[in-house]
């Protein structure tokens, strides 16, 4: 039996009837044939007409049987599936909103990764081609120091053979100096032909004595301070040094000569177009000779005369060192005082005009009177 009846009644309430399918419907319907008997149902037409029942209705309630139709229960499954699938809709516009969002942030970032990563490149290669550019200068100069230390090194290797050479020889010649002044004083000096006996005063000598005392125990740098020393300074040094003040002060000569003697050679005469290299600095005298008082000081043109004057000065700062370095242990304190005068003898005569002999004796000689220049052609 195929019945679609629902079946409504006092027991099921409205919010509570349930839905049956076609299967329940037939266990729960009741069949058309079963008649109850006539004394417990009254006869009737419709479903108002029940309180006109002998049998009230309180006491034996008869469910209600409406027809539903098939298009409706279609309809209601059909806008609940519709209503589920407009919930699904929603939930899956916001997650595709969502989705989009997170798309919309990656796309940002990787175009800002795009974009860092573009200018770290050009940074990379910019740096790469300065790291060349400044390997290559560093390269450079490393090549180009390399040379010149090589040839700053043949140079210096070419002046310090140079210079052994010299100190050998500078060597040989203090040796046979130092031999000189430990031997027996010189001879009395003489001037010309003519030979002068002198009488010694003992307290000159016992100044003297004292004088060679103070200076074993003084500096070099402080001999002038010595009484004896001074006076010599201002009686026979400064005289002598005087045409040379012109340009170099007499504080700077002196500081020079008590540690060191100058350094004196010949030189050979020049053209004649150029008048200042061919005249003495001092004096203005053709020169013959050019010193200069350190190695690597600059070198002054001098004449025979001036030449002479920083001899006889070289002189007595060369005994006063000696003394000072207590190379004269062997001798008498008479002959040490007489080379002393001897010494002071030779700035008075360089100054009168009196030539020294080349091998620097104490014997003097007059001036000759032929040209200098005709000395100067020798180096």
């Known amino acids: 039996m195929g019945w679609t009846t629902i079946i409504k009644s006092h027991w099921f309430p409205p919010t509570a009837q349930p839905k049956f399918n076609d299967r329940q419907r037939q266990d729960l319907q009741v069949p058309a044939t079963l008649r109850l008997p006539a004394a417990h149902i009254a006869p009737c037409r419709s479903t108002s007409s029940l309180s006109l029942s002998p049998l009230p209705t309180s006491t034996l309630p008869l469910p209600i049987y409406v027809t539903v139709n098939k298009d409706d229960v279609a309809r209601q499954q059909i806008e609940s599936r519709i209503t589920r699938q407009a919930g699904e809709i929603r939930a899956l516009k916001q997650e595709l909103t969502l989705l989009n969002?997170?798309?919309?942030?990656?796309?940002?970032?990787?175009?800002?990764s795009e974009h860092a990563k573009a200018v770290m490149e050009s940074e990379l290669e910019e740096l790469s081609g300065r790291l060349f550019e400044q390997a290559n200068d560093m390269v450079r100069e490393a090549r180009h120091d390399c040379h010149a230390m090589k040839q700053t090194i043949e140079r210096l290797q070419t002046q310090l053979s140079l210079?052994?050479?010299?100190?050998?020889?500078?060597?040989?010649?203090l040796?046979?100096?130092?031999?000189?002044?430990?031997?027996?004083?010189?001879?009395?000096?003489?001037v010309g032909e003519q030979d002068k006996d002198f009488t010694l005063d003992h307290h000159h000598i016992d100044q003297f004595q004292l004088f060679l005392t103070g200076l074993r125990t003084t500096a070099l740098g402080e001999v002038h301070r010595l009484p004896l020393i001074k006076q010599c300074l201002a009686e026979d040094v400064e005289p002598c040094l005087g045409p040379l003040k012109a340009k170099l002060t007499l504080s700077k000569i002196v500081d020079c000569l008590v540690h060191q003697p100058c350094f004196i050679e010949r030189c050979r005469r020049?053209?004649?177009?150029?008048?200042?290299?061919?005249?003495?600095?001092?004096?203005?005298?053709?020169?013959?000779?050019?010193?200069?008082?350190?190695?690597?000081?600059?070198?002054?043109?001098?004449?025979?005369?001036?030449?002479d004057r920083l001899v006889a000065v070289c002189n007595f700062y060369m005994f006063v060192r000696n003394v000072h370095?207590?190379?004269?242990?062997?001798?008498?304190?008479?002959?040490?005082?007489?080379?002393?005068?001897?010494?002071?003898l030779c700035m008075f005569w360089a100054r009168s005009g009196v030539h020294m002999d080349k091998d620097l004796s104490c014997h003097l000689v007059l001036r000759n009177r032929a040209p200098c220049h005709q000395e100067s052609q020798i180096e």
């Open 325 to 344: 370095d207590n190379r004269y242990g062997s001798r008498s304190v008479e002959s040490l005082f007489w080379e002393f005068i001897q010494t002071r």
């Open 163 to 173: 210079v052994q050479d010299q100190l050998n020889s500078e060597q040989a010649q």
């Open 270 to 307: 020049r053209g004649h177009g150029n008048a200042v290299s061919n005249s003495c600095f001092a004096c203005a005298r053709p020169i013959m000779f050019r010193f200069r008082l350190r190695e690597n000081d600059k070198t002054w043109p001098i004449d025979r005369g001036c030449r």
């Open 175 to 190: 040796g046979e100096l130092r031999a000189r002044f430990e031997a027996d004083p010189p001879p009395a000096v003489s």
């Open 101 to 112: 969002q997170k798309y919309m942030k990656q796309g940002e970032c990787l175009a800002n």
